[in-house]
């Protein structure tokens, strides 16, 4: 199965124009400190970075990504940046909608098993209301109707609602992510690689 | 790291904690942002609790008491932006989603797990034994004053089932999970195993289903004090605030990475049963977490209570594999 076609989901690619004159050694040198955090292994070879991360620090400005590589390319109208990212996160956020629908079918389900039993149903008595809340203006409670002991049993029943609430939440967590986290990484790329570029141009002003 | 002395404990000799309110960092900003970050909490917490107290018998149901709290903690969601106690604790895309699986589960299977085998389970069990007519005393008693009661008797159980389980080694397997979180964010309460987070929950809360008005209060109650153990805002919360409930500092040093520290203010609610007990350390700490902070994934937060708790049968029980040299 070709996994091209759908693993968008979870990865994460992208390039950027590198400077004139910006070798692949600068340009890694800059981007190094990104993979010199907690729980982040990497490997450089001439025009490649790649690089893995296990239990990273919530902090850590690529913490959604688990691995990845970058490479540099070089044509005649200039170096690129290409780089190629994978994250469990965004897996995980696609597939979460799937689970709570599943939560969703499986409490409709038990709920369709679970039919109270109406004789059993607890009697509700009056109860009495204070004369300090009487005083403050407090609502006075129902008087219990004789059917109400088994519509309150079945409202207290888990209802699926939540459970479908939350896979849209995910839903839109997803879309989110997946735009939000692709921007924030070639900005962080971007933000590195001309920080170096505006040193170098700096050692070379007189 | 020396630590500091309180009392006959050590505090921050593995871990940086600041202890005392007078350490502990106030709000920056003019006197408008003083004031809302002064008052926020007690005026939340007497709005909501008029609110409920008042409230039409058509609006006073749990349901409404469920979108009340989603819009409590938007609302929390939304301080964190405005006045972040730590940048180190900022949340995050993927904290968030990581967070919201959690409440996602609490909404859906714990819910499900407290009705058919928990204390809404419990509740249902023995009411053919509950003689309503017992109980008028309490039923009797004006509203505020019942939901005072619910609320102190609910967390006074959840202390020593809390400190139960940083003392006895089977109930801390499903707890310490919990413990690998490095930052405190308005939902980080939800995070941890669903066995611990269903044992947390196990108390009195189906017994005063019959008491509709005053068990929505002791919720309220539980909301707007609660709610701040995990949360990335500074407040400068009152003195007198800060004395009966438990705030993000006090919670935060429950989190730190110093051991001694976690076994203080484990009230989820009202710090002064802290007090009683001798286990109150008024303070704060930013570094917080186990084994030097390591975040913990989803998939280990599932499985570490099961897979340490047998190696720990393995180790007790377990007959060795190499035979002793003849």
Known sequence: ?206 | MDGIRVGRRVIGAQSPVTVGWENIPKVQGGPVKQFIFTWFQPTMLFALLAFWYYAPNSLAKASIALWVGFGFNALLLGLEWVNPRYASWRLTWKELVTDLFYVGLAYTLLRMASYYIGSDAMAKAIEHYFQQDKFTWFTGLPLLVQALLIFFIFDFGQYWMHRGMHSWYPLWLPHSVHHYITQLNINKGAVGNPVELFLIGLGIGGFFDFLPRAALLAGVLKLTTGTYQHINVRFNSPRWWRFLFTTTEHHSLHHSQDYEATRSNYAGSLIFIDRIFGTCVDGEAELLGMEGGRRMSIREQMTYPFTEGWKALKERFGRSSALPAQ
């Open chain 1, 1 to 206: 199965m070709n996994l091209r076609f759908i693993d968008w989901i979870w990865h994460v690619r992208g390039s950027l124009t590198l400077s004139p004159g910006q070798s692949s050694d600068d340009a890694f040198n800059r981007l190094d400190p990104l993979f010199r955090q907690t729980g982040t292994s990497h490997q450089r070879t001439n025009d490649t970075l790649s690089f893995c991360k296990k239990n990273q620090a919530a902090q850590d400005r690529m913490s959604v990504f688990n691995g990845g590589a970058l490479r540099i390319e070089k044509s005649m109208a200039g170096s690129v940046l290409k780089y190629h990212l994978t994250s469990r996160a965004l897996l995980f956020c696609f597939l979460a909608p799937l689970l709570f629908l599943g939560i969703a079918r499986f409490t409709i389900a038990t709920n369709k098993f679970d039919r109270p039993a109406h004789e059993a149903a607890k009697k509700s008595a009056v109860i009495p209301m204070n004369p300090i809340d009487k005083a403050l203006g407090a609502p006075a409670p129902d008087t219990p109707k004789k059917d109400d002991a088994g519509a309150e049993e079945e409202s207290k029943k888990p209802s699926p609602t939540p459970a479908f609430v939350f896979a849209g939440i995910f839903a839109a967590l997803y879309v989110v992510g997946r735009i939000l986290e692709d921007r924030l990484v070639k900005a962080l790329f971007r933000k590195n690689l001309l920080e170096a570029v505006e040193i170098h141009q700096r050692q070379l002003s007189p």
